[in-house]
């Protein structure tokens, strides 16, 4: 080989050895990479509903252990507890309660779902909520769901009460709890129950960090969950002689004795720190490592070993990275017992060497949550370092006498130490051993510095599913600075049908959104919507400086002159106005999908519509205001409460618009329109006007403007333009167009109709006053259609946030990242559930009807077929959580209606219920429509 090529494949084989190792370094990233906390969500005792609740109980050394409460002792079928140590807990309120309806849960199968499946539920959607991520923006994606759970006491309870149909299986069985989210949510990364007994949910997280660093999740969901449901499990417990028999947790002390049961469901929400960053979320804290290991062979099944603990901690040390001479803080098992304390002390005694170390048992406030113990410890260490302090720990007075500090780092504090931020990370760690030997341990470190990012406008959107849930809400959000929690609010959240908005402190107003809110529709009112001022926060705008430039005289000046009745002046300024509305709204990515425009409203419709340019609109504007001020000013214009039918008129008077089915505005000479308004009868009111505009009297000057316009370039419309002139949709517009236009009646109303039949719901009338929003009711009433009218400005200095709050509470998808800046998540109000009481008697309340069957067949044959098609589509609808049994049609094949397999198993108990008699199992699939089913129940029941 030459030396040249020698020296090419020296070359080449340094640059492979580099490309290498710069992909061993990429493995080494990734697999090393730390985990963003970026959202939690807990319900502990205590009232500890969320993480700042949490917080606060610690801080302020709560001990949430009581007696058990009467309802549980009833519940649990016992009239007491068989030992005093069982006697005591950490018990959670409203156990039985959901809000089944806000998750799509029908009653029954609400009441046979173990309430931990419940729970999680709940509690997921609080951290993803708190996390400021919009759940159904993770359908289909690579999120992984980790729950820890242990308990099978509403199983147990399930088996006592002989509770038993398809939905005890789904509802109690450990891997639908997590699955169920995964359902809801249309997730598709990793699901996952665990159950290592007391360790769960901490090696739920460490399971969830390995598979975001492998890159299997992009997101992940990882805690626990315990409930005590049946005292027969307590007492199981008991016998083990690990509990206290004075209700205490008193870690690390000399009189430790055993602990408390304890309830509680916690989860966080986890990302890659690098993804967490780049997603602009707010990050918590972040996880940068763990490890897990089994005691394997110790002194007992359930004897801790304390040489496994100290190689866990090593290996979770190493995996993060970390010195243990920077661990500050570890949140231990702390279960109180005379055995496990000393030999985790002794554990942690073996590797953390530091100068100082705190150690904290939360289980001396809330109990063991055994399966949630964790979770709730890597919460607490979490709100410690983001509130810079650390609890202490209650039930503490002499240190066991198997454990000595003097040569360890550790100090076991009974009221709080303050922990601040300094120059170096201030590290973690927490500790969670599993009766069965599983032992976790989690290395957490403060979240980087925060960078500030600007406010946004001051609009807050709010919503819920339902309207109490609302009414709740608006109260707690109250007093909240509107700027700073807006983008969280309206970017942040996920939005439902029943809906309010803040704007500026204004009070809101509660409204449900449109269901199929249809084309979002600009109706651009006409001449008597001008008020002295208007606009003025809109001449500094592009447009307007364009208008202004068009404009024979001085626009700008205008807005605060006396020449606003001046029809040469006003109807320029007012599609000057409209026009930059237009621009202005556009910015904010709201267009028109249709257009409607009254009079000189329809000149910005057309130029909103795209059938005009901005100066041809302009001059078009400019032109008929000018030619319309020759009109005689003797005529008059009155608007008139009565049905176009019943205007009889005469003469000179003339119908010069309709704008609604109940109103009409007649125009001609006064004297005779006064008569003409007499003879009519019922409210008139008459119009600021000179004129008698849109009669006959227009005629010349109609033939004016339709001469000064020749040469005005029109192109189609872009959108939908339904005419004031023909009351239809029109695409092209010309010269005799703007003729008729002046000429001839605003058929409002009928332009109205045409956008309703054309699918139209939500309209926005653009202009400097709503005049036009009632009329625009009426046609949505006359119409029988729901639907919404919202307004742009408003002589009392209304903002135009305020048209965008009414749009998004009417339904219109209100695109928020153009209208509010990018800001920082924050901490909003918790969803207000609705709950309901679920349990396994409620399940069995609606009890067999034994002589429905006879009931029916003593009916006439015509109402006996009737009756039971009503009572299958009512069962239906009930499965499907129909709001009417009319959306079941008798005939409708109930796969098309939604009605997959499980739901079928249920219609069957449903009917099965009803009839009190024993259905097939493939009841719905054999007679696949409501009609089909009812055939089937009448043979039945006359056999």
């Known amino acids: 080989m030459s030396e040249e090529k020698y020296r090419a494949s020296l070359v080449r084989a340094a640059a492979a050895i580099k490309d290498l190792e710069g992909r061993l370094e990429q493995v080494r990233r990734e697999r090393t990479e730390p985990i963003a906390v970026v959202g939690m969500g807990c319900r502990f005792p205590g009232d ?100 820890g759970m242990s308990g099978n006491d509403y199983l147990l309870l399930s088996s006592g009460g002989q509770a038993r149909d398809a939905h005890v299986g789904t509802g109690t069985a450990h891997s639908f709890g997590p699955g169920r989210l995964s359902h809801l949510l249309g997730l598709r990364g990793p699901n996952m129950a665990v159950d290592t007994a007391c360790s769960s949910s901490l090696v739920s997280v460490h399971l969830a960090m390995q598979s975001l660093r492998s890159g299997e999740s992009s997101l992940a969901l990882a805690g626990g969950v315990n409930l005590v449901l049946s005292q027969e499990s307590t007492e199981t417990v008991a016998d083990l002689d690990a509990l206290s028999p004075d209700g205490r947790c008193r870690s690390f002390d000399a009189r430790a004795n055993g602990f408390v049961r304890g309830e509680g469901c916690g989860i966080v929400v986890l990302k890659r720190l690098s993804d967490a960053e780049a997603d602009g979320d707010r990050v918590l804290a972040v996880l940068r490592g763990a490890a897990v290991n089994s005691d394997g062979h110790s002194a007992g099944l359930t004897a801790p070993n304390q040489l496994a603990q100290r190689d866990m901690l090593r290996q979770a040390y190493a995996d993060a990275g970390v010195s243990t001479k920077d661990i500050g803080y570890i949140e231990t098992h702390g279960t109180g017992t005379p055995l496990g304390d000393p030999i985790e002390f002794e554990a942690l005694a073996g590797v953390v060497d530091g100068e100082r170390c705190v150690l904290g048992a939360v289980k001396t406030n809330i109990g063991h949550l055994e399966a949630a113990a964790g979770i709730a410890g890597l919460i607490k260490v979490i709100q410690s370092l983001r509130h810079e302090s650390i609890p202490g720990n209650l039930h503490f007075t002499t240190l066991n006498p198997r454990m000595r500090l003097a040569g360890t780092p550790f100090v076991l504090p009974t009221l709080p130490v303050p922990w601040p931020r300094s120059e170096r990370p201030r590290i973690a ?40 849930a609302l009414r709740e809400l608006i109260a707690a959000y109250r007093g909240l600075d509107a700027r700073e929690v807006a983008y969280t609010a309206a970017l942040r959240r996920q939005h439902y049908e029943y809906r309010a908005a803040f704007v500026d402190g204004s009070e809101p107003g509660i409204h449900r959104a449109v269901e199929n809110p249809g084309p979002l529709t600009f109706v651009f009112s006409g001449q008597g919507s001008q008020w002295v001022g208007m606009g003025r926060e809109l001449v500094d705008h592009p447009v307007f400086a364009e208008c202004a430039a068009l404009a024979p005289f001085d626009l700008r000046a205008e807005l605060d002159g006396t020449r606003l009745h001046d029809t040469s002046v006003v109807q320029p300024l007012i599609f000057a106005v409209q026009a930059t509305l237009v621009a202005r709204l556009a910015s904010w990515g709201i267009t028109p999908e249709a257009v409607i425009g009254h009079s000189i409203g329809e000149v910005a419709a057309a130029y909103a519509a795209g059938a005009l340019t901005l100066s041809d609109a302009m001059r078009l504007a400019v032109t008929r205001g000018r030619i319309m001020s020759r009109a005689s000013t003797s005529g008059r214009m009155t608007a008139v409460r009565a049905t176009p039918g019943a205007v009889r008129v005469h003469g000179a008077v003339s119908i010069a618009a309709v704008n609604d089915s109940g109103s009409v505005v007649l125009a001609g000479p006064e004297r005779e329109l006064d008569e003409a308004v007499a003879r009519i009868g019922g409210r008139a009111r008459k119009l600021d006007v000179r004129y008698a505009f849109h009669s006959p009297e227009m005629a010349p000057l109609a033939d004016s403007l339709e001469r000064e316009l020749v040469g005005l370039e029109d192109a189609p419309t872009t959108v939908p333009m339904f005419s004031s002139v023909t009351g239809k949709a029109i695409t092209e517009l010309g010269p005799r167009y703007w003729a008729a236009n002046v000429r001839e009646p605003v058929l409002f109303a009928d332009a ?102 006879d009931q029916i067949n003593a009916l006439a044959p015509e109402e006996r077929v009737a009756a039971v098609e009503l009572a299958v589509r009512a069962d239906v609808a009930t499965v499907l959580r129909l709001s009417s049994v009319d959306e079941v049609p008798v005939d409708g094949p109930l796969m098309e209606l939604g009605v997959d397999s499980l739901m079928a198993v249920q219609v069957r108990h449903e009917l099965s219920a009803r009839t009190g008699a024993a259905l097939p199992a493939m009841l719905a699939f054999d007679h696949p429509t409501p009609r089909a089913i009812a055939r089937y129940l009448l043979e039945m029941g006359s056999e």
């Open 429 to 468: 760690g927490v500790s969670s051993f599993g009766m069965s030997g599983t032992n976790a341990h989690i290395v957490v470190e403060e979240a980087p510095p925060a960078s500030v990012t600007a406010v946004g406008p001051a609009i807050v959107t709010i919503s819920a599913r339902t309207e109490p």
């Open 48 to 147: 500890a509903d969320d993480p700042e609740a949490f917080w606060r109980m610690l801080r302020d050394g709560v001990d949430a252990v009581t007696e058990i409460p009467y309802e549980r002792i009833d519940r649990r079928g016992r009239d007491e507890p068989a030992s005093d140590a069982g006697r005591w807990g950490a018990f959670l309120s409203d156990v039985d309660g959901f809000d089944a309806d806000f998750f799509g849960v029908p009653p029954r199968e609400a009441a046979r779902m173990d309430p931990q499946h419940r729970m999680v539920l709940e509690v997921a959607w609080d951290a993803l909520a708190h996390a400021g991520i919009v759940p159904s923006s993770l359908a289909g994606s690579a999120t992984g769901v980790f729950v």
């Open 752 to 853: 109205v109709g045409s956008a309703i039949e054309a699918g139209s719901r939500i309209f926005l009338e653009i202009g400097p006053h709503p005049v036009l929003i009632g009329h625009v009711r009426q046609g949505l009433t006359d119409h029988a259609v729901d639907g919404a009218v919202i307004p742009t400005l408003r002589r009392d200095g209304a903002e135009l946030l305020d048209a965008v709050g009414g749009l998004y509470t009417s339904g219109y998808d209100v695109d928020f990242a153009k209208i509010v800046p990018k800001g920082a998540v924050v901490t909003l109000p918790r969803y207000p559930w609705q709950h309901r009481s679920y349990w396994l008697d409620s399940a069995s309340e609606r009890t067999a009807q034994p002589n429905w069957l």
